[in-house]
């Protein structure tokens, strides 16, 4: 039986390298880069990336050993735990993009309802000369209604972060439209009338 150990060595020295794991561990990876892992899962992704560095360091270690001397065990360990890995970032990945996704269509949700809102108050609000909204109100709120395209930009490309970030700032420039109007409307503005009339008395209180 003194053979038998020799034998085995000779056979395991003899072990190529795991080549076909690492083209899928290599390829998994790959998949995780383009499916929105940078977005969604950054940190792990890049803990994928700093594992494959390590698979090549150690595969091209054994590589620079004499044949007899290569060993492909911890090679193949690392394939595999890369492999492992990267299905379950891919996994997440999917699930907070898909929970991304939901969220953005909420958002976009409320910033619609709010655009609505500052359109019909701006509707309801009166013509008259003495009370009329600036213009300048009302340039924002078409600039505001005309911004919702940026949000349905962002879901088309699947930038459901992007999207969430923009219907917010919809909201709240929505709500700062909303109350402007509602002081414009409260703040009577002077019509060139009453502004003469305030002239003429102005300077009828400057005279001595």
Same mark, same amino acid.
Request: proline share 4%; with cysteine; charged share 30%.
């Given at each position: 039986?003194?053979?038998?150990?020799?034998?085995?060595?000779?056979?395991?020295?003899?072990?190529?390298?795991?080549?076909?794991k690492?083209a899928?561990?290599?390829?998994?990876?790959?998949?995780v880069q383009?499916?929105?892992?940078?977005?969604?899962?950054?940190?792990?992704?890049?803990?994928?990336q700093?594992?494959?560095?390590?698979?090549?360091?150690?595969?091209?270690?054994?590589?620079?050993?004499?044949?007899f001397?290569?060993?492909?065990h911890?090679?193949?360990?690392?394939?595999?735990?890369l492999?492992?890995?990267?299905?379950?970032?891919l996994?997440?990945?999917?699930?907070?993009?898909?929970e991304?996704?939901?969220?953005?269509?909420q958002?976009?949700?409320v910033?619609?309802?709010?655009?609505k &809102? @500052?359109?019909?108050?701006?509707?309801k609000?009166? +013509?008259?000369?003495? !009370?009329?909204?600036?213009? $300048?109100? %009302?340039?924002?709120?078409?600039?505001?209604k005309?911004?919702?395209?940026?949000?349905?930009?962002?879901?088309?490309?699947a930038?459901?972060?992007?999207a969430?970030?923009?219907a917010?700032?919809?909201?709240?420039?929505?709500?700062?439209?909303?109350?402007e109007?509602?002081? &414009? @409307?409260?703040?009577?503005?002077?019509?060139?009338? +009453?502004?003469?009339? !305030?002239?003429?008395?102005? $300077?009828? %209180?400057?005279?001595p």
């Amino acid at each position: 039986m003194g053979w038998v150990l020799p034998c085995l060595l000779l056979i395991t020295a003899c072990e190529g390298p795991p080549l076909d794991k690492i083209a899928v561990a290599e390829q998994l990876v790959k998949e995780v880069q383009v499916s929105g892992a940078a977005r969604y899962a950054p940190q792990d992704l890049v803990r994928l990336q700093g594992q494959e560095a390590n698979l090549h360091r150690e595969l091209l270690e054994q590589e620079s050993k004499v044949r007899f001397f290569r060993d492909y065990h911890l090679t193949a360990g690392l394939a595999s735990q890369l492999e492992a890995d990267a299905r379950q970032v891919l996994a997440q990945a999917d699930r907070r993009a898909k929970e991304a996704r939901a969220a953005a269509l909420q958002a976009q949700s409320v910033a619609q309802e709010t655009v609505k &809102a @500052v359109q019909q108050l701006i509707g309801k609000s009166p +013509e008259t000369d003495g !009370r009329r909204l600036p213009e $300048q109100v %009302r340039d924002d709120a078409n600039a505001l209604k005309k911004s919702l395209r940026e949000i349905q930009r962002a879901l088309e490309t699947a930038d459901y972060l992007t999207a969430q970030a923009t219907a917010k700032a919809i909201h709240d420039k929505g709500k700062e439209i909303s109350e402007e109007i509602q002081r &414009a @409307v409260v703040r009577p503005v002077a019509t060139n009338g +009453e502004k003469a009339r !305030r002239k003429r008395h102005a $300077q009828a %209180r400057m005279k001595p």
